[in-house]
């Protein structure tokens, strides 16, 4: 029985610690599903806003009150495969009318469109080597997850652009 009430002072102060660490870990989980996200990027889509590994934040408040608008930059749950997401400009909300180029490396063909309701129109910044919209065509609104506020943590965070 004596040795038992030798460990209960660090049986005590483990399961504190455990507790903390549960509730430190829990509030990450809520802050990251329900407000902010930290993203890395890849890939050449939104160059030259974006560099491919670029780390940003964003915020999910805005895309849930439904409030993103034209020129957001947005997070956005792929279409073509929802494993996925993917960075874009929404180019147009519900009921704006957007001109394209088809296929700008072939041609300069426009079209224009009408976003749908309950749609956005999402493109990227280097419309030479992006698929979005011009592909797929608009894409939900139930698709946007967040909007990107803080364009360039890598600075901030590890003091190299």
Aim: hydrophobic share 40%.
């Amino acid at each position: 029985m004596g040795k038992l009430l030798e460990w209960m002072p660090i049986v005590k102060d483990a399961l504190h610690k455990t507790a903390v660490a549960a509730n430190i870990l829990c509030l990450l989980h809520v802050t990251n599903v329900h407000l902010f996200s930290v993203v890395k990027l890849v890939g050449p889509s939104m160059l030259p806003a974006f560099n491919n590994g670029n780390f940003v934040l964003s915020e999910r408040i805005t895309s849930r009150s439904g409030k993103v608008r034209s020129g957001d930059a947005v997070i956005i749950r792929s279409p073509e495969d929802p494993t996925k997401v993917v960075c874009k400009r929404v180019k147009g909300v519900e009921g704006d009318v957007v001109s394209y180029v088809v296929d700008p490396n072939k041609s300069d063909e426009q079209k224009t469109v009408e976003v749908p309701k309950g749609h956005v129109w999402i493109e990227g910044d280097n419309i030479n080597n992006s698929r979005d919209s011009r592909q797929f065509g608009a894409v939900p609104y139930a698709l946007v997850e967040s909007r990107i506020f803080i364009v360039d943590l890598n600075e901030i965070l590890f003091g190299w652009v």
